[in-house]
DNA sequence: TTGTACGCGTTATCAC
DNA sequence: GTGATAACGCGTACAA
């Protein structure tokens, strides 16, 4: 900089100004400077710049690789999810850190927000770390979380209303009265609790409904496919079936075949979701739509009021079922 | 630091030493160091140490998520490629910068690796960019790209044999006595293109066998399931199709059950990249498997030799074709 | 093994 | 509007 500072004649923080558009500058030197930077191949270093500011303009999106390899990423909605997220912080012009190693407990977290690597964090589904999330909120470092929005919550967290995917499969499995329901999925964590609970509510205002729980270790395709095979094998036979996504719903509608059983003819399913191949699969699944849409952008304005210091509330996202065939 | 020097009563020097694991400081010293650190909730800078230091210890992963939004994700594929990219870098401790907004011509990337924002880039896909890639490496900017490999490029590749995965799918398609044959994808894209042309090297070895072309602009579900559709009605009627991806597979399979059509009995159909629901599709879905496991490994491993000043070579992952009951 | 002095490239502060 | 100067927090010669 120093040196495209003596090429153009001026000073050095006067390219800085001009480099970083700062209004205190002519437009006539401006423009100079910057062809001048672009002769001479100059770009500025961000990193010195992160290390004046107070900003670093970038944040850390975690996301549990581990559980989701391995064809354990339940469907495409994760990605869709983090396109949204890369999409509102490219609009900001924020970096997205994908990821970082050797983030485990809260004190990890905290000296990584104290290294400046990044302003602040957007966790991906609370997994099995409620507990660090609950540690970590009370350490004043900005973060969000997608996932289940409990009231009690002490973080910021976005998420659709799992309760209520819940009852509104339990609420369609009524209709069609069917009474012995099962749940499919993991519920150690509280996304997919949520669901569960919302099922189990809408089946007390049934008579006579019984409600299984099938959980899968590891929500992936082949693992839900197997379990379900166990599940048919050990002579039980669900009339209605709620998983814990489409992509689970294909493996249950796979298995069940296997054993002679088609849906709806003998058994009523919901998925949740409602990714694209579901409404053309056969039989189309019928599912728990939520808005991935603007999911991401969300989870970024919410950081970022935070990072400004606010205190943004959590906020739940609307879900509906969408009838198709299955039930 | 400076602080905790003072406190430790040692000096500054010796605190960056202590913390960054020189050899060239005591243990005793080490663990009192860190252990004054710890209770004061020091965290060193790394943007100071970014600056101070030739290397940041940061890569960007280029990921096209406009062409993948909105289903448009072909499959899970990607997600585990970039998972797998993840993994590597975790492993040797380097951050991950996702898809940084503002990258689009090969001068961009020399600004953005001037800045000293990241060591060099993965960039997965060549998309519509190829032209942008061959400047790009003739600029001494550490890349690899994960796409097609072809032996004239100018930068260093990595990919699956998408040619030879064409010819496997067009060598079982004459083995089937198949003699119409669709290929269905974007050729613009050259690693779809190189599937094309190894289906068209196949056909030639057949007598007699028409292959046809259906582009598809988004290479998403929705789409591909409607041009299929009106692809059957314009009465086109083939006998063997090879689909971009195995979600487009499923795609082609929902579009033709809707005009009575169903593999393998009216045609014969292969996919691309095996994911699990493939293997219990109805019917399951006879596709061209690549080493998705190793491939983040292998671009992580070439891009930093790279990065040290070599020369790595192009690399191509084997595929297989997996017969299953669509072909 | 440890300490001194300096520089990395930028921006904030304050003068003008 | 622009320029001089200091400061951000760290690593590294070099000396001790």
Redesign the pocket.
């Known amino acids: ?2 040196d ?2 003596r090429i153009a ?12 558009g ?5 437009d ?3 423009e100079q400077i910057a062809k001048i930077a672009r002769e001479h191949g ?8 992160k ?4 900003r670093t303009n970038t944040i850390a999106v975690m996301l549990d690789f581990g559980s989701h390899r391995h064809g354990a990423i339940g469907d495409p909605f994760i990605f869709e999810l983090l396109a949204g997220v890369s999409e509102a912080l490219s609009v900001r012009d924020v970096d997205l850190l994908l990821s970082p190693s050797g983030l485990e407990t809260a004190g990890d977290y905290v000296d990584f927000y104290r ?2 690597n990044a302003d602040g964090f957007i966790i991906i589904g609370q997994g099995h770390r409620e507990r660090m999330l609950r540690d970590l909120s009370r350490r004043d470092v900005p973060m969000v979380v997608w996932g289940a929005v409990m009231a009690k919550s002490p973080y910021c967290a976005v998420g659709s209303d799992n309760f209520l995917g819940g009852r509104l499969a339990g609420q369609r499995f009524l209709q069609k009265g069917c009474q012995n329901w099962l749940f499919v999925g993991n519920t150690s964590h509280d996304e997919i609790r949520l669901r569960y609970d919302g099922l189990m509510e809408a089946a007390t205002q049934g008579s006579d409904v019984a409600v299984e729980l099938l959980n899968i270790d590891v929500m992936a395709f082949t693992e839900t496919h197997d379990r379900a095979l166990e599940y048919l094998d050990a002579k039980k036979r669900p009339d209605a079936v709620f998983a814990f996504s489409d992509t689970a719903a294909m493996a249950i509608i796979s298995a069940f075949r296997q054993r002679g059983l088609v849906a709806p003819d003998n058994y009523a399913l919901v998925g949740y979701n409602n990714i694209p191949p579901s409404e053309h699969y056969n039989p189309a699944i019928s599912t728990i739509e939520q808005n991935t849409h603007s999911a991401g952008a969300i989870l970024v304005e919410k950081l970022m009021q935070m990072i400004e210091g606010g205190k943004p509330k959590s906020a739940m996202l609307p879900t509906r079922l969408i009838q198709r065939e299955t039930c």
Chains 1, 2 share one sequence.
């Open positions: 900089m120093e495209i500072a004649n001026v000073s050095k923080p006067t390219v800085s100004r001009a480099l970083s700062s209004p205190l500058v002519s006539e030197k401006r100059y770009a500025v270093n961000r990193n010195a710049q290390l004046r500011q107070s290294s400046r």
